[in-house]
Structures are given as structure tokens and as C-alpha cells.
């Protein structure tokens, strides 16, 4: 009888670690291929004139950056350093939101990673591990 209602009570949590668990699962078995689309990302900007094209990667890593011979005519070396750091960095913020668009499919919402992805703070995601590991008591 006693057995009987200690698995009454751990029903609840019986029922709990199913659903986490299965959140597990389906995020491991997501991984392979998030980690292959992300390595496989590559995102491409053209300057307004058309000059500069600008390739980055998925963390915003420089790939290529290829020059027009109409680039050869321009004198002003400072106007053109705007030009090519302005759309590195156009391509760069692109990068960004796609991969936190891929990663967002294979991280359960509201979670720290998926909040770090997001804004970036660091801080606030360690401080959700320290709070997690009870040192937020």
C-alpha cells in the first residue's frame, strides 16, 4: 500500500522529467544538422555604389571581400575604408539574425542560451547558471 502511494506522489515528477527529457532529445537530435547550416552560413552585402561586396560567416567572420575595378578610380582612401567597414558590418548584423533564427528553432523559448543569443549580456546568462546551480539562495 505504502508503494502504492509513493508512486502516486512521484507521478507529477515522473511526468515532469518525460517532458524535459523529450526536450532534451529533441534538441540532441536537432544538433548535427544545426551545426552543418551553420557552417554552411554565408551571408553576402553589397555596397549602396555597388563597389564592395562583403561575405561573412555565421559569427560575422570576414570571408571574402571583393572589389570592383571601379574601385581603382576612387581617390579618397578614407571614403572607401567607410565603404567597405560599412558593409562588412551590414552583412555582419544580417549573420547575426540568421543565426539566431536557426538557433531559435532548437532552443526551447525563454531559455538562457537562447536569451543570450539574443541580447548578447553574458553576464545575465551566467548569472541564470549561478542561480540554477542554487547560488542565487
Known amino acids: 500500500m505504502a508503494q502504492e502511494a509513493d508512486r502516486s506522489a512521484n507521478h507529477p515528477l515522473r511526468v515532469r522529467f518525460d517532458e524535459v527529457y523529450g526536450q532534451y532529445q529533441r534538441i540532441r537530435s536537432g544538433l548535427d544538422e544545426l551545426r552543418d547550416r551553420l557552417a554552411g552560413l554565408r551571408v553576402t552585402e553589397r555596397s549602396a555604389d555597388g563597389r564592395v561586396t562583403a561575405t561573412v560567416g555565421a559569427r560575422g567572420e570576414l570571408i ?49 542560451s537562447m536569451e543570450f543569443l539574443r541580447t548578447g549580456d553574458f553576464g545575465a546568462l551566467l548569472e541564470r547558471a549561478h542561480a540554477a546551480l542554487g547560488g542565487g539562495r
Open 64 to 112: 571574402a571581400v571583393e572589389l570592383t575595378s571601379a574601385i581603382y578610380g576612387e581617390r579618397d582612401a578614407a571614403a572607401l575604408s567607410r565603404t567597405i567597414t560599412e558593409t562588412v558590418r551590414r552583412a555582419t548584423t544580417r549573420a547575426v539574425t540568421a543565426t539566431q533564427e536557426l538557433v531559435a528553432g532548437h532552443l526551447p523559448a525563454g531559455s538562457g
